[in-house]
């Protein structure tokens, strides 16, 4: 028997592709639409097994959705704005624009050799003036709402990037990219006012039921909802502060209340402003960041002042007021009471400044209960708190307190969010310019719409650190009717990129906005969407937030959710390797011997390390390219959906590359043997066993696909090898071996398309394919497995016919020597 070509039979089908444009899709009211998308791709240089296993889960669907009859929109894009460009740029001494289209074309030829169904016409750029024209757009639209608007604040400044940071893009006190410790910084920041949607945020996720829960857990996490109560509290002092304002979660823990920490950038430092120690201080905390992650990790420190806060429910009691570097002045309303004995920062803090403890909930009633170096955060009953005492904790106490401060005018109930809103200035070169600029007041104006797209001034290479932008002189001066302005120098965060791209891939050649409104109410919202679980708060938010920011004041506008159904797949694992100066390693540097690893080009032994999700930086990534050159991209599409559910990390091997590579040489000769079967031309005969194994191999894949099952596609796969090997030896009539493979090569399909393809065209079909339906009579089972257990212990499965009534089971039961064994002597 031949071998397989795969070389030759997948460039043949790629070029049909391509030559058929058999993927473009247009709206078409007559048909049901389905639109998948994966999470675009930044053009960083080649494709990894990464891209390879999210694109390959969305192909499978896509096509998969196509041959049931719908209008498939399956798109591609590039997320190509971005520090990681403008970076290299600097250090190979080009311009960004070159280095990224560079890139993406070796991706790009990359991903078609994967034979993916995307429609190429539909492609998109977010570094083109085409599309960032309308981004513009949107921005001054969400200008004119109130939804946009610039104030002077702290930020995470990246000293390594020299860019502002979100916080979503501080991990662990330290910038996502560059791996530096981030720093406060105060600057003029442009915001994206997504706190006027946190409840309309929140509240839909309860609506979105083809979403993983963890992602919205992480969401609802983020966004934060609490309530709480606003107190005034009244402060004793020499200078003009009357009181000082706090929002709190715990209002029944004020009895043990023994400080007020305030913001150092709160309303009353303007009173401090030239203490030379409140001044070390500030520069002090702005080491810290301000992230609440870099904030928890740090040491707390405190500036006392010579300020005392009245306790409202003891204005009898007095306590310092200090400035404290773990509060933050954008949430709530920059001051906290300290309560150490019910809270581990506070405790820390009241510890290191000799500050009262007093315990006021306690585990149980009447019983002595003290703190020591561990607050007490559980539930409990109040105590040392007067008329609140024996008070449940929290069901009666908060509500009791609360209502106590509202009788008395001392507090009002608030609902609260941990939620920010989103700056998105950019101190760089390579990203949106943003569509204002000043006058000589310094006051922002519209750069009107018909001098849009504001681009990019071209530049040869980036040289200089910092922004670019600001030492272009020309491309900043800017007239407007008759007027001499000054450019904004900052760029747009590359998320606001990607907030919106799915609405330009349903017209993405439409000049006239950033999409057709006939074309997005035919293709939104986004039917399955498919991505990392690492952009769970960061795009898919921000996505979330910016169809609510459209549909704002919009009544032509009205949908509020952009991704119906939403896949999170794993990893893509390997092991890693070190060599004896503890630098990475890469695999195609080594070689195997007698189960251990060795360089090639020392023949030094290498240290093993745990798989990890593949990755540059560490070494451990496979060249998809080399995979498909060697073994096609068949097998690799079938190895990276098998072994692992595609929620899960799945373990890349040489082993299991190479056994699905082995398997498609087992369907090719299963397909030469078919082929002489056909050619036989046997006689009919009334043996069904074929058609029960193609509708059985039909309802599983079906069932596999839709329930993201992918990796029990394949089991099925290789079940149906099994099975269609056994039964092409009974000598099938013709046409029910043609019909019955051919139903079976469909199912092939949206997994193994190039050689499905070709062995339908061996069999001569010829005519448009569609998904095969069942027959549901070659499903039924003549026999049935019971499962016979004794007292709850297995002891035989027995095999009998499907119309056995319960009384003759029991009575072959009985009969059964083995089961006889253990029904002596003993009542069942």
């Given at each position: 028997?031949d071998?397989?070509?795969f ?6 089908w790629?070029?049909y ?5 058999s993927?473009?899709?247009k709206?078409?009211e007559?048909?049901?639409?389905f ?15 990464g ?6 889960i ?15 929109l399956?798109p591609m894009g590039?997320?190509?704005?971005g ?10 001494k ?8 560079k890139?993406?074309?070796?991706m790009?030829s990359?991903l078609k ?20 024209k309308?981004?513009?757009e949107f ?5 004119d709402k ?6 002077e ?9 020299n860019?502002?940071l979100?916080?979503e ?19 003029n920041?442009?915001?994206f006012k997504i706190t006027?949607?946190?409840k309309?945020?929140l ?7 083809d979403?993983p ?8 996490n983020?966004?934060g ?14 200078k ?23 913001s ?15 001044i070390?201080f500030?520069k002090e ?5 301000t992230?609440?992650e ?9 500036f006392?002042?010579?300020l ?22 954008d949430?709530g ?14 405790l ?7 500050l009262k403890v ?6 149980e009633?009447?019983?002595d ?11 409990g009953?109040l105590?040392?708190s ?5 008070l449940?904790?929290?069901e ?7 209502a106590?401060?509202e009788?008395n ?18 101190q760089r070169?390579?990203?949106c ?7 000589e007041?310094?006051?922002p ?6 001098m849009?797209?504001v681009?990019l ?13 600001d ?6 001066n ?6 001499k302005?000054i450019?904004?120098?900052?760029t747009l965060d ?19 906005y950033?999409?057709n409104s006939?074309?997005v109410k035919?293709?939104?919202?986004v039917?399955?969407?498919?991505g990392?679980v ?30 119906s ?5 794993g990893?893509?694992?390997?092991e ?8 990475w ?14 360089l090639?080009s020392t023949?030094?032994q ?19 390219e ?6 096609g991209a ?8 098998s ?14 590359i ?6 498609i ?10 082929i002489e079967?056909?050619?036989?031309n046997?006689p009919?005969?009334s ?7 193609t ?14 099952s992918y ?7 290789h079940?149906?090898?099994s099975a ?6 009974n000598k099938?009539e013709?046409?029910k071996l043609i ?6 090569l469909i199912a ?14 061996m ?6 394919v569609?998904?095969?339906k ?5 499903l039924?089972?003549e026999n049935i497995?019971f499962?016979i257990?004794?007292?709850g212990?297995?002891r035989?499965?027995?095999v ?5 009534t319960e009384e003759?089971l029991?009575?072959n ?8 064994e ?5 009542k069942?």
């Amino acid at each position: 028997m031949d071998r397989y070509n795969f070389k030759t039979v997948e460039n043949k089908w790629q070029q049909y592709w391509k030559s058929q444009k058999s993927f473009s899709t247009k709206v078409d009211e007559n048909k049901k639409k389905f639109y998948c998308l994966e999470m675009f791709p930044y053009p960083s240089g080649k494709i990894h097994m990464g891209h390879v296993r999210n694109y390959t889960i969305g192909d499978v669907l896509a096509r998969y959705k196509a041959l049931q009859g719908y209008n498939v929109l399956h798109p591609m894009g590039w997320d190509s704005f971005g520090m990681p460009a403008e970076n290299a740029a600097r250090q190979n001494k080009l311009d960004p624009k070159t280095w990224t289209e560079k890139n993406i074309s070796t991706m790009k030829s990359q991903l078609k050799k994967l034979g993916l169904s995307i429609d190429w016409d539909k492609e998109i750029s977010t570094c083109s003036s085409k599309y960032y024209k309308h981004q513009q757009e949107f921005f001054l639209e969400l200008y004119d709402k109130g939804l946009v608007y610039r104030k002077e604040s702290y930020v995470n400044w990246d000293p390594i990037d020299n860019t502002v940071l979100a916080n979503e893009q501080v991990i662990d006190g330290k910038g996502w990219r560059s791996g530096a410790i981030v720093e406060r910084k105060k600057l003029n920041q442009w915001f994206f006012k997504i706190t006027e949607f946190s409840k309309e945020l929140l509240d839909s996720l309860d609506n979105l039921k083809d979403w993983p829960n963890k992602v919205k857990v992480m969401q609802k996490n983020w966004i934060g909802k609490s309530y709480g109560c606003e107190i005034a509290f009244k402060i004793d002092s020499k200078k003009e502060i009357k009181e000082i304002k706090c929002y709190t979660t715990r209002p029944d823990t004020l009895f043990g209340m023994s400080f007020l920490a305030v913001s150092v950038d709160h309303p009353i430092s303007k009173f401090y402003a030239n203490n030379p120690e409140f001044i070390k201080f500030k520069k002090e905390c702005s080491r810290t960041g301000t992230t609440e992650e870099a904030i928890a990790a740090a040491d707390k420190l405190g500036f006392k002042t010579d300020l005392q806060a009245i306790n409202p429910l003891e204005p009898g009691i007095k306590v310092p007021v200090y400035f404290a570097n773990f509060v933050l002045m954008d949430y709530g309303l920059g001051a906290v009471f300290g309560c150490p004995a019910h809270d581990q920062r506070d405790l820390d803090f009241a510890r290191k400044y000799n500050l009262k403890v007093t315990p006021v909930v306690r585990p149980e009633k009447d019983k002595d209960f003290s703190i020591t170096e561990k607050a007490f955060t559980e539930s409990g009953y109040l105590f040392n708190s007067k008329f609140l005492d024996n008070l449940k904790v929290p069901e009666e106490s908060i509500d009791k307190t609360i209502a106590y401060l509202e009788e008395n005018n001392i507090g009002q109930r608030k609902t609260n969010y941990r939620l920010k809103d989103w700056g998105i200035s950019r101190q760089r070169y390579w990203g949106c310019p943003i569509p204002i600029a000043y006058d000589e007041n310094n006051n922002p104006v519209k750069i009107p719409k018909d001098m849009l797209p504001v681009e990019l001034p071209k530049i040869n290479q980036l040289s200089s650190t910092g922004n670019p932008l600001d030492e272009m002189v020309e491309w900043k001066n800017i007239t407007i009717d008759g007027k001499k302005f000054i450019r904004e120098t900052d760029t747009l965060d590359t998320f606001v990129d990607s907030s919106w791209y799915f609405l330009r891939f349903c017209s993405p050649h439409y000049d006239g906005y950033g999409f057709n409104s006939d074309e997005v109410k035919y293709w939104m919202p986004v039917d399955q969407y498919i991505g990392g679980v690492e952009h769970a708060i960061l795009h898919l938010l921000y996505s979330r937030f910016f169809m609510q920011a459209l549909s704002y004041q919009d009544n032509s506008f009205n949908i509020k959710e952009p991704f119906s159904g939403l896949f999170t797949q794993g990893m893509v694992c390997h092991e890693t390797y070190k060599d004896e100066n503890d630098n990475w390693v890469s695999p195609d540097e080594l070689i195997a011997k007698d189960g251990k690893k060795f360089l090639k080009s020392t023949k030094k032994q290498v240290k093993v390390g745990p798989s990890e999700s593949m990755s540059k930086s560490k070494k451990n990534t496979i060249d998809p390219e080399k995979i498909i050159e060697n073994y096609g991209a068949d097998s690799a599409r079938l190895f990276i959906l098998s072994d692992s559910p595609p929620e899960k990390d799945v373990q890349w091997s040489d082993e299991g590359i190479n056994s699905s590579y082995k398997f498609i040489q087992k369907l090719w000769i299963l397909n030469q043997k078919i082929i002489e079967e056909i050619e036989a031309n046997h006689p009919s005969n009334s043996n069904n066993d074929l058609e029960k194994i193609t509708n059985k191999f039909i309802k599983e894949i079906t069932q596999n696909i839709e329930s993201f099952s992918y990796n029990k596609i394949i089991a099925n796969f290789h079940e149906t090898y099994s099975a269609l090997n056994k039964v092409i030896s009974n000598k099938i009539e013709r046409e029910k071996l043609i019909e019955n493979y051919k139903k079976i090569l469909i199912a092939f399909n949206p997994v193994i398309p190039h050689f499905s393809n070709e062995c339908m065209e061996m069999i001569n079909i010829k005519e448009e394919v569609s998904w095969p339906k069942i027959d549901h009579k070659f499903l039924v089972e003549e026999n049935i497995k019971f499962i016979i257990q004794l007292n709850g212990k297995t002891r035989k499965i027995m095999v009998a016919e499907k119309d056995t009534t319960e009384e003759l089971l029991i009575t072959n039961i009985k009969e059964d020597k083995k089961l006889n064994e253990y029904l002596k002597n003993k009542k069942i």
